[in-house]
């Protein structure tokens, strides 16, 4: 699986839309970008996927760069129950899930 | 998605001693996975567990500290055997199933947080 780079934390004010940034210069073609969070004290939840094409979901929406090197996960109104890490990961659909640093996302009132 | 239960929530434990966690979903899976969370880390794949026959285990880790068992599409256990201070983590379950895979997503209990003293 391609290894991906994220800031290890980010501030979003309450309301605000969240933009988390995702590396994954080294990506293969059937790779696809997943993002999980995991809030404190909870196993991690799925939060939308994709291949190729942008993706929105009623959690987030995922915006994948045309050469599919970086992607970024977008919560459009923050609120602070969204205050969790997120985790940016790259793999092949027949894979397991192999888990980075991830982004520590406060989110402040 | 599948809905899982995952047993204890937390525990304490005396070095030396042994805890099976267990892992009860709510429909058959295709596969079930064991990871481990140490304080302020991210998680890490202990092994796949795999029905009717031997867990399938990651680097770093060994069937005599970690046995798994999955007899059946539904249920899991995973042992933390002969215990150390350094075993204290969180502990979770996780599947991928048929419900699952309209999204492609793996499904996670809520963990079981041991702490061996």
């Known amino acids: 699986d391609a290894k991906t780079t994220q800031p290890p934390s980010m501030d979003c004010a309450e309301g605000r839309a969240a933009n988390l940034p995702c590396n994954h210069s080294?990506?293969?073609?059937?790779?696809?970008v997943y993002w999980y969070r995991q809030i404190h004290s909870q196993g991690p939840q799925y939060i939308i996927h994709?291949?190729?094409n942008n993706e929105t979901n009623e959690m987030a929406s995922l915006i994948i760069t045309e050469d599919r090197k970086s992607s970024t996960l977008i919560l459009p109104h923050a609120t602070l129950r969204d205050t969790a890490v997120y985790y940016c990961?790259?793999?092949?659909?027949?894979?397991?899930?192999?888990f980075g640093g991830g982004t520590r996302l406060m989110v402040k009132p | 998605s599948a809905v899982i239960s995952q047993k204890p929530s937390r525990d304490i434990c005396q070095r030396g001693t042994s805890l099976t966690i267990q892992c009860q979903v709510d429909?058959?899976?295709?596969?079930m996975f064991w990871y481990r969370q140490q304080p302020g880390q991210s998680l890490t794949l202990i092994a796949t567990?795999?029905?009717?026959?031997?867990?399938?285990?990651e680097s770093g880790f060994v069937i005599d500290k970690f046995p798994i068992s999955r007899p059946n599409l539904t249920f899991s256990t995973l042992t933390v055997s002969n215990m150390s201070p350094e075993d204290s983590s969180i502990y979770l379950c996780?599947?991928?199933?048929?419900?699952?895979?309209?999204?492609?997503?793996?499904?996670f209990g809520s963990g079981t947080r041991l702490t061996v003293v």
């Open positions: 567990a795999n029905q009717g026959s031997e867990a399938t285990y």
């Open positions: 990961i790259a793999k092949d659909a027949g894979n397991m899930l192999t």
């Open positions: 994709g291949l190729k």
């Open positions: 996780s599947v991928y199933g048929i419900r699952d895979r309209a999204n492609y997503g793996y499904t």
């Open positions: 080294t990506i293969s073609g059937n790779e696809y």
């Open positions: 429909s058959q899976v295709t596969m």
